[in-house]
């Protein structure tokens, strides 16, 4: 096996170091775009995500627009409920991709991917909203028997919630998983497309 000389090992290091330093740049310059889209996010209205990236070093840009990515995708979540349906979220991260998305023509697919998601949104909140529905439907011959037994012990009427029933309590998350994981299978496939349209490269980078 050869030996390698003092200058060869040395060169090897440099290059070591300079391959490092260059992603260690990378990163940062990421972890910048995520801060803007957060300053952004915080106040839409006095942020101008596009004027700020495109006052950045143009080859610091696409990074800059990884990083923002990332931080708006964060708005794109499944809703709580009805009454926080995460609309108005929504509204302001696509207003934020569409910033992303000027001068890559991607501006009118992007607007159409966010029509379609809110009326996905709406969507699944019908959905889990029949199925709370229908397992109370399912479950209200048991509750009413059970109520009966314990007006018959206490001498007064009894009110039982189904979420108090543990039975009920196991169905109704085992339905209500099965649910919302196949949403947020579709979702992530939307962020991944919303990705594509912004010629944006997503990948596992841990703890950026």
């Known amino acids: ?35 803007l889209a ?21 080859e610091d840009r696409g990074l800059l627009r990884e990083g923002a ?24 991260a696509a207003k934020g991709f569409a910033a992303l998305a000027i001068g890559f023509g991607a501006e009118g ?14 969507r699944f909140i019908s959905d889990a909203d029949q199925l ?3 397992l109370r439907r399912q479950f209200e011959p048991r509750l009413r028997q059970r109520e009966q037994e314990a007006a018959a012990r206490t001498g007064r ?20 998983g099965m649910l919302k994981s196949q949403y947020q299978g579709v979702l992530d496939k939307a962020k991944l497309d919303l990705a594509a349209l912004l010629g944006i490269e997503r990948e596992d980078r841990g703890a950026d």
């Open 1 to 35: 096996m050869p030996i390698k000389s003092a200058l060869e090992i040395a060169m090897e290091r440099t290059t070591a170091l300079k391959a490092d330093s260059t992603a260690i740049r990378a990163n940062e310059r990421r972890r910048d775009g995520k801060r």
């Open 38 to 58: 957060g300053e952004y996010l915080a106040n839409p209205e006095a942020v101008d995500l596009k004027a700020r990236i495109e006052g950045e070093p143009k």
């Open 69 to 92: 990515y990332e931080t708006l995708a964060t708005r794109i979540q499944l809703p709580l409920s009805r009454d926080s349906d995460g609309s108005a979220d929504l509204a302001v």
């Open 109 to 122: 697919k992007v607007e159409k991917l966010f029509q379609q998601l809110q009326a996905f949104m709406q």
């Open 132 to 134: 709370d529905q229908g």
């Open 157 to 176: 009427a009894v009110r039982l919630d189904p979420m108090a029933d543990p039975e009920f309590v196991k169905v109704y998350q085992q339905q209500a």
